[in-house]
């Protein structure tokens, strides 16, 4: 059975530094990670998709990688901003569905 | 274009009584599924549908939990006689059979439905 983990559960940090949030998974058969962002009382909105074959993906200020041999994802967002506050969530696809991690809730202050 | 909407967006009901939750997929995505966000806890799959084909349940908790799609587009997600514990945000995602750009298998999120039973 999959399981899907994130560390940390919360973090806080000034504006402008670089975030890093860690996702680690222990079915390595998976075909794709997908990263998510949930702000309160809202759905999920897509970050970035890394397919099993890929090693990493970018997106403006976002960069996430994927290592399937060590069943590790780290999303990194540079230079954060107020804006980016909200709940981080990463997914493990395989099967006929995604396994959520339980999420980082981030606060980035002005 | 129009994203995943699901409707209602708030449901308030009493133990016991039956809801239909419904979704409106992407138009053209064939895949669509369910999932349950209970309050301080991750998401849990529900069920998959694809296409035609057979839906995949193995998500759903209890005979409680029915879902149905008409071929490629609405789904109604119903859950009868409910119970306290039921309360949670349903969401629905959906996503396209092949993808561009190596985007195939993204997973697109409505809003969800905040389902409390008192």
């Known amino acids: 059975k999959q399981e899907v983990t994130q560390i940390p559960a919360a973090l806080s940090v000034p504006e402008g530094e670089n975030l890093v949030l860690n996702c680690s998974f222990t079915?390595?058969?998976?075909?794709?990670l997908q990263w998510f962002r949930q702000d309160p009382g809202k759905g999920l909105t897509s970050l970035l998709l890394?397919?099993?074959?890929?090693r990493e993906q970018t997106s403006g200020r976002l960069n996430a990688s994927l290592d399937k041999s060590s069943g590790r994802s780290t999303l990194y967002i540079a230079a954060s901003q107020p804006g980016d506050s909200a709940t981080y969530l990463c997914?493990?696809?395989?099967?006929?569905?995604?396994?959520f991690g339980g999420g980082t809730r981030v606060l980035v202050k002005p | 274009g129009a994203g995943v909407s699901q409707s209602p967006s708030n449901k308030v009901t009493e133990k016991g009584k039956d809801v239909e939750l419904r979704c409106d997929p992407i138009?053209?995505?064939?895949?669509l599924y369910w999932y349950r966000q209970r309050l301080g806890q991750g998401l849990e799959f529900l069920i998959y549908?694809?296409?035609?084909?057979?839906?995949?349940k193995s998500g759903l908790p209890s005979d409680r939990f029915s879902a149905e799609r008409t071929g490629e587009s609405v789904s109604t997600l119903t859950i009868q006689r409910t119970q306290q514990e039921d309360s949670a945000v349903y969401l629905c995602?959906?996503?396209?059979?092949?993808?561009?750009?190596?985007?195939?298998?993204?997973?697109?999120f409505g809003p969800g439905t905040r389902l409390t039973v008192l």
């Open positions: 995602a959906s996503s396209p059979s092949t993808g561009t750009s190596g985007r195939w298998g993204e997973q697109f």
């Open positions: 079915d390595s058969a998976i075909y794709n």
């Open positions: 890394i397919q099993s074959s890929q």
């Open positions: 997914a493990g696809a395989a099967g006929n569905k995604l396994t």
């Open positions: 138009s053209g995505h064939t895949a």
């Open positions: 549908f694809q296409g035609n084909s057979a839906p995949d």
